[in-house]
């Protein structure tokens, strides 16, 4: 064989493993959402805890009155230190909605930000559904503030 063969089969070989990567995992839906609720503080509020605890005036109950979707966004100012991270969740139910918990801010406590995570559901029963906003300090031992926030209901 010779050298630009061997050029070829190796480069071959190698687009051939770019490719061959498992698919992360991936869900999509259409929700056509005709109704919203939201929930707007301009309350700061702070936390320095490693473990999720309740945003105030971060969430709300809800009725729905047939089997649907759910979306739900949460906008929000936060400062904190370098080298820790803001992580927020939202519970519906008491469950953990989908995705799951989101990494929201790492940045910097002199430059505060907006940042924004979006959960989903389908399939949600009608009935009166809990919905809450929690949030963690993670990497440190230092104190995450939060200015106005404000968290959407789309659904279905």
Known sequence: MSRREIAIVAALAAAAAMTAAPAAAFTSGICKTPNSFF?????????????FTELPEGGFAIKTTKTGCFVVSFVADTYMYPSDTVVVEALLDQKVMDPGPMYFDDGDFN???SHTATWAVD???????????????????????????????LHR
């Open 39 to 51: 929930s707007t503080s301009t309350d700061p509020v702070q936390t320095s805890s490693s473990t």
């Open 111 to 113: 430059l505060g930000a």
């Open 123 to 153: 399939n949600l029963p009608p009935g009166v559904h809990d919905l809450s906003i929690y949030w963690k300090v993670q990497g440190g031992s230092t104190t995450a503030s939060m200015g106005y926030n404000t968290t959407t209901v």
